[in-house]
């Protein structure tokens, strides 16, 4: 069984900038495309950015971040991480990475197979 652990949220100001991690295990990495979403307060959960499978994969990103968050991948690690700079009070929210040996459940269904449990980010204005 997949599971997905999360790390590296935390309390920030705004234009700082913070890294999450998220490490896999129960499967082979390599052949699954990854991605996180995230839930802000009072708002149903939202894509933010994918990466293909494989290593070097390529990533799409939600307009809201695009240019200020960068997803990666590490395949020798099982990792996944999400480089959040620039960071604004409206990316408040909790972040929860997402796997999926199909690239278009994450970026365009929305509704990858498995979910991490999620980490609190919080930017403060």
């Known amino acids: 069984q997949v599971q997905l652990v999360e790390s590296g949220g935390g309390l920030v100001q705004s234009g700082g900038s913070l890294e999450l991690s998220c490490v896999f295990s129960?499967?082979?990495?390599?052949?699954?495309?990854m991605g996180w979403f995230r839930q802000r307060p009072g708002m149903e959960r939202e894509f933010v950015a994918g990466?293909?499978?494989?290593?070097?994969?390529?990533?799409v990103y939600a307009d809201s971040v695009k240019g200020r968050f960068t997803i990666s991948r590490d395949n020798a690690r099982n990792l996944v991480a999400l480089q959040m700079n620039s960071l604004l009070p409206e990316d408040t929210a909790v972040y929860f990475c997402?796997?999926?040996?199909?690239?278009?459940?994450?970026?365009?269904?929305?509704?990858?197979?498995?979910w991490g449990q999620g980490t609190q980010v919080t930017v403060s204005s």
């Open positions: 129960g499967d082979s990495f390599s052949p699954y495309a």
């Open positions: 997402a796997a999926d040996l199909v690239l278009h459940n994450i970026i365009e269904l929305h509704a990858p197979t498995y």
């Open positions: 990466i293909k499978r494989h290593a070097g994969g390529s990533t």
